[in-house]
């Protein structure tokens, strides 16, 4: 046992929650120190280093565990968890079924709820809102006032900032960025060195071609056109030099050709 429930108590959200006290010396935290407020044992693990600080307050069914830390006014609750290394902090909620785990960092007054997760070395802050089944993870990160929501993945070194909404079943890997008031969603899949400032920067076509694929074009920091069609990822030149290598000039050529036409006029207005 390294905690216990103590007798200063408060009444947060209609629940009654306990502030902690250690009875051992563990991790940085010394005998006798006060910590945050739970409802119950089980919010917090009696076991690793785990702990919940000043203000931040844990209730519901939600779990803290491992050697996670809930600090600040941060509040943790419903059926979520914290566990690893991971921290909540700030003003930061991490509710419903939400998970935040590995060396992840939820801060500032970002949401976390729903299903989704966020996990690796992530990290989400600002006012950023991170909901649905949606999963940040790897060395991404989601701030400002974006919202990554849905069956949405950012993951990688990708970043979603500024109004930004990532959404449905896109992805957003590898060093891409979106910003600005973009939102990419559906199927979309934007990776690699991805520059997408706006709506204008990128377009989902399809489904088209042999597999009926959703394709995607999208905007790179070199201010190239990259594609992602089915397993092709690539330039738009490689893209066309595959086309004509699979299907020559029939129907299928003349609808992926097409769709780079379109490409080209949204993003660089036909350049």
């Not at 502030?19 to 010394?30: L, M, R, S, T």
């Not at 902090?89 to 079924?97: E, L, P, Q, R």
């Not at 989902?204 to 056109?225: C, E, L």
Request: net charge neutral; hydrophobic share 35%.
């Amino acid at each position: 046992m390294k905690y216990k429930l103590t007798d200063v108590k408060i009444n947060f959200m209609g629940k009654t929650l306990f502030q902690i006290e250690a009875v051992k010396c563990f991790g940085d935290i010394v005998k006798g120190q006060k910590g945050g407020f739970i409802e119950k044992e089980s919010n917090l693990s009696q076991g690793g280093n785990a702990w919940v600080y000043g203000d931040a307050k844990v209730s519901g069914n939600a779990e803290v565990y491992g050697d996670a830390e809930v600090y600040g006014n941060a509040w943790v609750s419903g059926n979520a968890w914290v566990r690893g290394n991971a921290k909540v902090s700030g003003n930061a909620k991490v509710y419903g079924n939400a998970k935040v785990y590995g060396n992840a960092w939820v801060s500032g007054n970002a949401w976390v709820y729903g299903d989704a997760k966020v996990s690796g070395n992530a990290e989400v802050y600002g006012d950023a809102e991170v909901y649905g089944n949606a999963w940040v993870s790897g060395n991404a990160w989601v701030r400002g006032n974006a919202k990554v929501s849905g069956n949405a993945k950012v993951y990688g070194n990708a970043k979603v900032y500024g109004n930004a909404w990532v959404s449905g079943n896109a992805w957003v890997y590898g060093d891409a960025k979106v910003s600005g008031n973009a939102e990419v969603y559906g199927d979309a899949e934007v990776y690699g060195d991805a520059e997408v400032k706006g709506n204008a920067d990128y377009l989902v076509i399809g489904p088209i071609g042999s597999r009926n694929d959703i394709t995607t074009f999208f905007k790179t920091a070199n201010n190239d056109i990259k594609v992602s069609c089915g397993c092709f990822t690539g330039t738009i030149e490689e893209f066309l030099e595959k086309v004509n290598e699979t299907h020559g000039n029939n129907n299928y050529a003349k609808e992926y050709k097409t769709a780079v036409e379109i490409a080209k006029i949204h993003i660089f207005g036909g350049e």
